[in-house]
């Protein structure tokens, strides 16, 4: 049986900064993680389902023919919902990366591309908390987030498919995806030749890769993510020189008892 040991390390904070009884990075993380493993089962389960016959809540819903073989099912929905899900999990990790290492970014202005710069000179740089780092899983993480497309000149992506990505999120999320029978018609030559709008037109398998695709990237930037925090808080507590540190432990949720 597979064993979770996927955590956020321990933490030396003074006790006046607590507003709850634990650090709420704990809290934060949980929440990653939670998200992580539901994505990854509605994306099992949309994958699994493929191949069923047609699912009772598609049944008597009127739709019209676009004589184009477009797929209008539930599994379909399943993939669009894991796929948006998973993309939302990076600017969550943004906003604990803003918070842990002390960035003051403004909360409205989090992103996973952005959190890493700072305006200096009129244009953007490498925060000063993060410039010539050691953190080397910190590295990590942040060159996982050019991965992602981002809209300005100052930005770059390393990934190939980092635009298509961006594509398949903006449709979903804001316009129209329309998804294709791969047996019937070449989508990637339809988005070459057409243009893309209003909708954006993608093959039901490429959509089943791209979703894992993105699903294994947010699984790397939690794993990068744990492994920096736990690299800063080894090198916070070795300079720690005086005083008196507590130990309070932290008490796993068992399944019998979560909530």
Request: net charge positive.
């Amino acid at each position: 049986m597979a064993n979770d040991v996927l955590t956020f390390p321990s933490i030396v904070t003074p006790v006046t900064d607590r507003k709850l009884m634990f650090p709420e990075v704990y809290g934060v993380y949980n929440q990653l993680k939670q998200e992580f493993v539901s994505t990854r089962y509605i994306l099992f389960e949309a994958i699994s389902e493929s191949e069923n016959k047609l699912h009772f809540s598609d049944e008597r819903v009127k739709l019209y023919d676009m004589l184009d073989f477009r797929k209008y099912r539930l599994w379909i929905e399943k993939l669009k919902m894991a796929f948006l899900s998973a993309y939302a999990i990076f600017d969550k990790i943004a906003y604990l990366i803003n918070e842990h290492w002390g960035l003051s970014i403004n909360v409205e202005k989090v992103s996973f591309r952005t959190v890493w710069y700072e305006l200096g000179g009129g244009k953007r740089q490498i925060s000063k908390k993060f410039h010539n780092s050691e953190n080397w899983p910190l590295r990590g993480l942040y060159w996982l987030s050019k991965d992602l497309f981002f809209r300005a000149n100052d930005y770059f992506s390393i990934e190939p498919d980092a635009r298509h990505l961006n594509h398949i999120r903006n449709h979903i999320t804001h316009k129209y995806l329309r998804v294709y029978d791969d047996l019937y018609v070449d989508a990637k030559l339809s988005r070459e030749n057409d243009g893309h709008q209003l909708s954006y037109p993608i093959g039901h398998e490429e959509l089943k890769l791209q979703s894992i695709k993105l699903l294994k990237l947010v699984r790397s930037a939690l794993i990068y993510l744990s492994l920096a925090a736990h690299a800063e808080e080894s090198r916070a507590k070795q300079k720690i020189d005086k005083g008196l540190i507590a130990a309070m432990n932290l008490c796993e949720i068992k399944d019998t008892y979560r909530l």
